[in-house]
């Protein structure tokens, strides 16, 4: 749980849109009286009104609110009105065109109003006889209401049942004389008139807002548990047994320095791909060009690469020039479509590709994408899991709120917060907790417990962790006093070396690993060589760096090169560091193997096993500088050089899509020629040699021998086509092989 994110409602029974309603009601109350709350700043009384600023979920939540019928329609799109028809486009080609364009642009948007006007013609259609024909008009308008269906689910239910009534009753008109038709019109009206007057989603009808521009692009469920979930998936099913560990040997192999996050463990992630999260899919994606080069195909490769262009500018919390960044944005949104065009287009099949077209229309209306993330809202799985399991069942929900009230009421006492009515509800002179309750803001494992790290002035911010094994020593006797940097104590004071410090940030700068720095008005980067610490204040006196020099972009990775300047040593003030930054070995060019030479480790013990890992043997100091790193981003992102990549405009990156996926068909389509050519001749082969073994021989009954294998095809499928979630097929060694999917 966050701070400043609370509980609202849950519940097991009513669906969302039905506790919308009551949130709707309440929020539009307090708009139009205010709430009267008290500024403890000020220390006055104060009128706070609260505004609806977006509805945030993954996306069938997010269509759910907008009254969209969903991204399996045929206008699959919330935003805006593309749609995937194929029965109305050109055949071949051009219509092939036709779609891809249309996918890799932004439409007409979609608007409450229009909306609003489907669902009347949906209502009027219902209750004049024909409730039935509502499913063709929402698949025609992409505008479908869950609240709605409610209503709609009793009128052709009623419908239906009065004309199994008509059946029965024969032909010829009612009682009252009037057709049958009529009469069920005439029913349906009445039914109509005892319903709610208004019987559409409630959230259509919040004032200044719009539920198809104002849910936004959600970055976890869309590129997260979108595109790095389905590529994933697609690399590893790729790999033969020895490629799988060769990969598992990458992966545990990879200096994570600057990442924040532990050392991976590559068997993980490679056994179980089917299987991982968003927060394994965060490490992959800043990882994904280190380990992935040479193990998957070059057009497979250009797509990684330019995703991991995008996605740091997507993660990155601050903009500092809106049109500047939204520039950048959209040049990478469009490489990155473009990228993967190229390597297939079958992965339009995914409507989620397809969003990445607004997050220019987001970003300007909300901000950067990571402040609104719904990733926030996944710790609160923990208290309604625990609640869930600890209820007596006969009413979770009630259970679960209660709990979350009772954890507010606590963060509320104890932050400060004041008491103006007692139990009874009557009001009272504000009140504050006592002082024992005030003081367990100090306490870090009650703030963990709470949620409330942070809120307080406390960090960790320059804290060291000394060298193991050592104490303090005189100055000449460090790295820095032997080059000849002057003393920074009085003379005769001693000077601790530490392994590790704590930056402004939360980022860890570690001996041998790299950092950001300010050098006049520069960004620089450099790897820390020494960390010096006043033994007694603790005080950072300052870190010795060895200066890197930032080159031209290097291949396959297409990142910057970062060459250690072994001749330019400078020391620098903890104040000037910015940040930490991730730096690989540049393994591509180099060969680098993998080896049995890493100890297995198991509870905390160092085993006599070995595992494989890569030894850079050769030129350790040439590297690269990972800018897919996602922490610090808009520090990092400066050393990017600007060249955009694959760099094609629309057309002409479709039209060589289409060439592409042309080429591929017909390389399909030979090698499966050639497999049923060879396969033809083996039996013959082998038709041949048992007509010669069997001359002269005595022909007996009976069927003893031995049962014909079952000859079978090795299918490799990118993915699987159409629907939301890609379906999983691992590829099988090259010594087995799989039947064919129909």
């Known amino acids: 749980m ?20 009551a949130v709707t009601a309440m929020l539009q109350k307090a708009r139009e009286f205010g709430i009267e709350v008290w500024d403890c700043v000020y220390e006055e009384w104060i009128l706070i009104i609260p505004w609806f600023l977006a509805f945030q979920g993954d996306n069938p939540m997010s269509s759910e609110f907008a009254s969209h019928i969903g991204m ?3 206008y699959f799109c919330r935003v805006c009105k593309a749609k995937s028809d194929k029965n109305n486009r050109a055949p071949g080609h051009a219509g092939e065109i036709d779609r ?14 229009e909306t609003i006007t489907d669902l009347t013609a949906q209502l009027k259609r219902a209750i004049d006889g024909a409730p039935s024909a509502v499913d063709d008009m929402a698949t025609e308008s992409g505008s479908k209401d869950k609240y709605f269906q409610h209503f709609l689910d009793k009128l052709q239910a009623a419908a239906s049942k009065l004309r199994d009534e008509q059946k029965e009753r024969g032909a010829g008109p009612s009682e009252s004389g009037v057709s049958k038709a009529q009469e069920v019109k005439e029913m349906l009206h009445r039914l109509r008139a005892d319903m709610p007057d208004n019987i559409f989603n409630p959230v259509l009808s919040i004032l200044d807002f719009d539920a198809n521009s104002d849910t936004p692009v959600e970055i976890l469920h869309v590129v997260l548990l979108g595109v790095v979930k389905y590529w994933w998936r697609d690399a590893v099913s790729r790999q033969t047994s020895k490629g799988k560990e060769e990969l598992k040997a990458r992966l545990s192999s990879v200096d994570v320095a600057g990442l924040n996050t532990p050392p991976i463990r590559g068997n993980t992630y490679v056994q179980y791909a089917g299987s991982l999260v968003g927060r394994d899919f965060r490490v992959i994606l800043q990882v994904a060009l280190v380990v992935l080069h040479g193990l998957i195909p070059q057009a497979h490769y250009d797509g990684w690469i330019a995703l991991c262009n995008l996605a740091p500018l997507m993660f990155q919390p601050a903009i500092e020039h809106m049109p500047t960044y939204i520039t950048k944005l959209q040049q990478a949104v469009s490489d990155f479509l473009a990228a993967t065009a190229l390597w297939n287009t079958q992965w339009f099949n995914k409507p989620k590709f397809h969003l990445f077209v607004h997050l220019a229309q987001h970003i300007r209306r909300f901000g950067p994408l ?3 993330a719904t990733e926030s809202f996944e710790s609160f799985n923990l208290v309604i899991r625990l609640r869930s399991i600890h209820s007596s069942k006969h009413a979770p929900s009630v259970d679960i709120a209660r709990a979350f009230s009772h954890l507010h009421a606590i963060r509320h006492l104890v932050s400060g917060g004041y008491v103006f009515s007692d139990e009874n509800g009557n009001k009272i002179a504000p009140r504050q907790a006592g002082r024992e309750v005030l003081a367990l803001l100090e306490d870090q494992r009650f703030l963990k417990f709470m949620s409330m790290e942070g809120l307080s002035d406390g960090s960790n911010s320059g804290f060291c962790m000394p060298v193991v094994g050592t104490g303090p020593c005189r100055w000449g006797d460090t790295m820095t006093g032997k080059l000849g940097i002057p003393n920074l104590l009085r003379q005769g004071e001693k000077v601790q070396r530490c392994r590790s410090v704590v930056l402004s940030n939360g980022d860890k700068a570690q001996i041998s690993k790299y950092v950001i720095y300010r050098k006049d008005d520069n960004r620089c980067v450099g790897r820390v060589e020494e960390i010096l610490v006043e033994p007694d204040t603790d005080a950072v006196l300052g870190l010795l760096i060895v200066a890197c020099r930032i080159g031209p972009d290097i291949l396959p990775y297409r990142l910057p090169s970062c060459a250690v300047q072994l001749d330019q040593y400078r020391m620098i003030a903890f104040n000037e560091l910015i940040c930490a930054v991730n730096v690989n070995h540049n393994c591509a060019a180099h060969r680098c193997k993998t080896a049995l030479t890493r100890q297995v480790v198991q509870e905390r013990q160092h085993t006599d096993h070995l595992e494989n890992e890569v030894n850079h043997t050769v030129e350790p100091n040439d590297c690269f500088l990972n800018l897919a790193q996602l922490r610090s981003a808009t520090d990092v992102q400066r050393f990017r050089s600007g060249i955009p990549f694959p760099g094609l405009p629309l057309i002409e990156a479709i039209e060589q899509a289409i060439l592409n996926k042309d080429r591929l068909e017909r390389e399909t389509k030979d090698a499966e020629e050639a497999k049923e050519s060879e396969r033809q001749e083996r039996g013959r082969a082998k038709a041949s040699k048992k007509t010669g073994t069997q001359a002269g021989t005595k022909k007996t009954g009976g069927g003893g021998g031995k049962k014909r294998k079952r000859v079978e095809v090795e299918v ?3 993915f699987a086509e159409g629907g939301e979630d890609l379906v999983y097929h691992p590829r099988p060694s090259r010594s087995r092989t799989v039947a064919p999917e129909i």
């Open 100 to 113: 891809l364009q249309e996918f890799m642009t932004a439409g007409i948007p979609r608007t409450t109003d």
């Open 2 to 21: 966050l701070y400043n994110i609370h509980f609202i409602a849950t519940s097991n029974l009513s669906p969302p849109l039905e506790m919308i309603e």
């Open 716 to 718: 490799d499928r990118d």
């Open 72 to 74: 399996k329609g045929k």
């Open 370 to 372: 990571i402040l609104y």
